[in-house]
């Protein structure tokens, strides 16, 4: 064989390796993009709620069809902040201490210290692009004019911000501070204050007035994400094309929908067969298509995994009306659309509704299109799934309740989490197996919008048949302040069955205290926790005698 003909064999060969390679890679180092909507339900999703739902989800079915669907999936609490906490820390939100001072809404301090390890700070460790566009909502700390703390009237919006995303590992990121009906309504790039923030505004639901940028339009901000994480890609591929040694990224794409303010862009007005809030929800659909579209156009499809998941369950007070009204998702139940799927309670609360969330992904060469996995999943899984699929040493004080669902990805069947701490904002719950435990009465919200129960009703009542007060926590374990469910032969939470199972909830409660004590719910060295932490969280006027 001459030495031209070699060569050319050579080039050959090299040509079809670089053919497969994005298949190769997808097996290695791939990008990871990572969607999160805000207060999707698991019955807002066509390929999750099935009957119960009423909304065309297109694309997020089609990520469906295309990879795997999780059924048990959970947030680790059933409102924003600590969920999120969760998922960027692979560490339960009770565990932190108190958050830095903050203002009100956006304006809130950083809920843990710039030292924290993140998901940010992890990818870059392992030599991933970092990018981070969307809502934030973990806090930050801004330029004040007066030196104290942050607040609608004293911050300097001609001023960095000193802290935020770029400081937890983000290379890149334009985010909003807090969710689109929390002021201050203006982007913020890498620390800089984008347009000019001199008027006030507020929007439908909560009408919360307060400091916006003059060119904020509340019904342009998921373009405006979409455009971001578009150009964010982009750039990406370019640098990856030219690059003997391509280095991966991670992209976070934090949507503001179907939270309320409900402000569909005007192409999805009218859209929807249930109303304005449905508008939304397909809006919110279509980012996930955009999203997709905009790795394929870049050529990087093959080599990207995508998860798109929700951070808890819907808020009743949203629907059809703009005005946030108590439990108007009950009206659109009525007419055949079940936010919740077929789980009960909503956001804030402690029952499935508020926690099971809907959660796909696709891998292309790895993960097989058109599975489902039943396997027990929390989203402060990730940090540990994505360390593992970056190949990325997480060292044992990092991530202590994270634990990786790389093996279900490649075999569906496997099972995950022998447990799962999941939580109202006031009760805990605690999943083993098929066996959900609430520590306290009632449905485990409160305050305007609560899932009945009331927490604070269903305590009274509680005591009443007690008959007493009780005197410590060790009294607080008697079944009357407890709930047991078997969530495979009663789903939707309506049966307790805590009396009749003393030893399955006694050996429940005492494998969440065990997790509470050493710090971590994965094996390793006990840690310490940032606070004191009980397992139950009554109320003050419990103690009252």
Not at 57 to 75: I, S
Not at 225 to 248: K, V, Y
Not at 367 to 384: E, T, W, Y
Not at 458 to 475: L, M, Q, S, T
């Amino acid at each position: 064989m001459t030495l031209t003909r070699y060569a050319t064999i050579s080039i050959l060969v090299a040509f079809v390796c670089a053919m497969h390679l994005p298949n190769s890679l997808a097996a290695e180092r791939p990008n990871i993009v990572f969607i999160l909507a805000d207060d999707l339900g698991y019955g807002d999703v066509k390929a999750f709620g099935g009957d119960k739902c009423n909304v065309d989800t297109p694309h997020f079915d089609q990520l469906c069809a295309e990879g795997m669907k999780f059924t048990d999936a959970h947030v680790t609490d059933s409102v924003c902040v600590p969920s999120r906490t969760s998922i960027m820390t692979g560490r339960y939100a009770f565990r932190f201490g108190k958050a830095e001072p903050g203002g009100p809404w956006g304006f809130t301090g950083l809920r843990f210290p710039a030292s924290q390890h993140t998901l940010g700070a992890m990818f870059r460790s392992g030599g991933y692009t970092t990018g981070y566009v969307g809502k934030w909502h973990l806090g930050t700390r801004m330029t004040t004019r007066d030196g104290k703390v942050q607040g609608p009237e004293n911050t300097d919006f001609t001023q960095p911000i000193q802290i935020g995303p770029s400081d937890y590992g983000f290379d890149e990121c334009f985010f909003l501070p807090g969710s689109l009906d929390m002021f201050p309504y203006a982007y913020i790039r890498g620390k800089q204050w984008q347009g000019r923030i001199t008027t006030q505004k507020g929007w439908s639901a909560f009408n919360r007035v307060g400091p916006a940028a003059e060119d904020f339009v509340d019904t342009e901000v998921l373009s405006r994400f979409c455009n971001e994480a578009g150009s964010f890609i982009q750039t990406q591929a370019r640098l990856q094309s030219q690059a003997t040694s391509p280095e991966p990224f991670f992209l976070f794409v934090a949507l503001t929908a179907p939270h309320t303010p409900t402000s569909p862009e005007a192409d999805f007005k009218g859209k929807s067969r249930i109303g304005i809030y449905g508008d939304f929800v397909m809006n919110a659909d279509a980012c996930i298509g955009r999203i997709r579209k905009q790795l394929g156009d870049a050529g990087l499809a093959e080599n990207t995994v995508v998860m798109v998941a929700s951070d808890h369950g819907p808020g009743h007070y949203s629907g059809r009306r703009l005005q946030a009204t108590a439990n108007q998702m009950q009206e659109m139940e009525k007419d055949g659309h079940f936010s919740a799927g077929p789980w009960r309670g909503y956001k804030f609360s402690a029952f499935e509704g508020g926690l099971r969330i809907p959660f796909a992904t696709v891998w292309p060469g790895v993960v097989k299109p058109g599975s489902v996995s039943h396997a027990l999943i929390g989203l402060n899984d990730l940090m540990a799934t994505w360390a593992d699929i970056a190949k990325i040493e997480l060292s044992s004080k990092q991530a202590p309740d994270s634990s990786s669902f790389l093996n279900v990805l490649k075999q569906p069947e496997q099972p995950h989490r022998r447990n799962l701490v999941i939580r109202g904002t006031r009760s805990d719950a605690f999943r083993e197996g098929d066996w959900k435990l609430i520590l306290g009465p009632g449905s485990g919200s409160s305050g305007q919008f609560f899932t009945e129960p009331k927490s604070e009703d269903a305590w009274k009542e509680a005591i009443a048949v007690f008959g007493r007060n009780p005197a410590n926590h060790k009294e607080l374990e008697d079944p009357i302040f407890v709930q047991l469910y078997n969530l495979r032969n009663d789903p939707a939470e309506t049966t307790d069955v805590a009396a009749n199972n003393l030893n399955q909830m006694k050996k429940m409660l005492a494998d969440y205290q065990e997790i509470i004590r050493n710090g971590r719910s994965t094996p390793g060295a006990p840690l310490s926790n940032d606070r004191n932490v009980k397992a139950f969280r009554p109320p003050a006027f419990v103690w009252k005698k």
